[in-house]
C-alpha cells in the first residue's frame, strides 16, 4: 500500500507547484500520470523521492509508515525509486559494478557469477546489448540508451514502489516495446508503478491499470486507456475548462 495524502510541493523560489494531490495505491500495477508541460509531475515524484530543492506539505505512507520526511537513501532502502529524465554520468565506475551491487543489496543475492548473469539478463530486457556491462555508467551513451539503462538500474532494485519519470522520452519507435517490457517486469515483480508519460504509444504495448490526469498541480481526471485516447484526440485544455482548474476528482 502506498499513498500520497495531500500532498503539496514548493520549489526554491517558494512557488506551489504541486497544490494538493492525494493518490493511493493498493497492489501492484501500472498507475500512469499524463499532463502537459509544467503540470508539476516531476514535482511530485521529486518531491515524493526527497529530492532537494522540493519542499513537501502532507503525507507520504508506505505499508502504514509515515516516510513523509526520511531523506531519499532511506527511503530507496524502503523500496522506493525514481527513474530521472535525465541520468548523471558516472566516470571510472562500469555498468557492470553498478548493477551487480544494487543487484546484491536489494536481491539478497551474494554470488557475483549470479548477480553478473541477472545484470546481463536484465540488460536484454530493454535489448542493451552485453557489452555495455563494460561501459562506464552512462558516459557517452545515447539518450534512449541512458533511459534504457536507467530502467535496468530501476529493475535491478527491486522497487516497491518505481517512479518513472517519462521513460519513453528520446526513446525510439523500435525501442519503445522493450521500454514496455522493462515497466511490465517490475509490476510482475510486484511493484506500484507510478509512470510519467507522454507518449500514448507506449500504450500499444502497456495497459494501465489507472490513468491520471494532473493540470496545474492538480489530479483534475481519473480513468482507464480510454483517458490517454482522448488525451490524444482533445488534449488537455478541454479538461481544465471543463473542471474549472478543480478539485481533485
Ligand atoms: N526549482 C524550480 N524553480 C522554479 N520553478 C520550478 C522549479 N522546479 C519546477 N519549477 C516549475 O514548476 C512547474 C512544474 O514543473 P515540473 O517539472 O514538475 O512539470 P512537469 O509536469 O514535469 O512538466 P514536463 O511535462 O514538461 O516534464 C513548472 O512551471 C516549472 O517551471
Ligand atoms: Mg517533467
Not at 34 to 60: D, F, T
Not at 167 to 177: A, I, L, Q
Not at 193 to 214: A, C, G, K, N, T
Not at 232 to 248: D, F, H, L, N, P
Request: hydrophobic share 40%.
Amino acid at each position: 500500500m502506498f499513498e500520497v495524502s495531500q500532498v503539496k510541493v514548493y520549489v526554491s523560489d517558494g512557488k506551489e507547484v504541486v497544490k494538493g494531490v492525494s493518490l493511493s495505491f493498493s497492489k501492484p500495477g501500472i498507475y500512469v500520470i499524463m499532463g502537459p508541460n509544467g503540470a508539476g509531475k516531476s514535482s511530485l515524484v521529486n518531491a515524493i523521492m526527497g529530492h532537494q530543492g522540493y519542499v513537501v506539505e502532507g503525507r507520504i505512507v508506505l505499508n502504514g509508515e509515515d516516510i513523509t520526511k526520511l531523506p531519499t537513501h532511506e527511503k530507496a532502502r524502503k523500496g522506493i525509486t525514481l527513474a530521472v529524465q535525465m541520468p548523471i554520468e558516472i566516470e571510472g565506475v562500469r555498468v557492470a559494478e553498478i548493477l551487480t551491487r544494487i543487484i546484491k543489496r536489494f536481491r539478497g543475492i551474494t554470488k557475483s557469477e549470479e548477480a553478473s548473469r541477472l545484470a546481463r539478463e536484465l540488460l536484454s530486457i530493454v535489448g542493451l546489448p552485453e557489452d555495455f556491462l563494460y561501459r562506464y555508467f552512462m558516459v557517452g551513451m545515447s539518450g534512449g540508451e541512458r533511459k534504457r539503462l536507467e530502467l535496468v538500474r530501476v529493475i535491478a532494485q527491486k522497487p516497491k514502489v518505481a517512479l518513472l519519470d517519462e521513460p519513453d522520452s528520446g526513446v525510439d519507435v523500435e525501442s519503445m516495446p522493450l521500454i514496455a517490457r522493462a515497466i511490465k517486469k517490475l509490476r510482475d515483480e510486484g511493484a506500484i508503478v507510478i509512470l510519467i508519460s507522454h507518449q500514448p504509444r507506449l500504450f500499444e504495448y502497456l495497459e494501465p491499470d489507472e490513468v491520471y490526469v494532473m493540470y496545474d498541480g492538480r489530479i483534475v481526471l481519473k480513468g482507464g486507456l480510454e483517458v490517454i485516447k482522448l488525451i490524444e484526440e482533445k488534449g488537455y485544455t478541454w479538461i481544465a475548462q471543463k473542471s474549472g482548474g478543480g478539485k481533485q476528482p
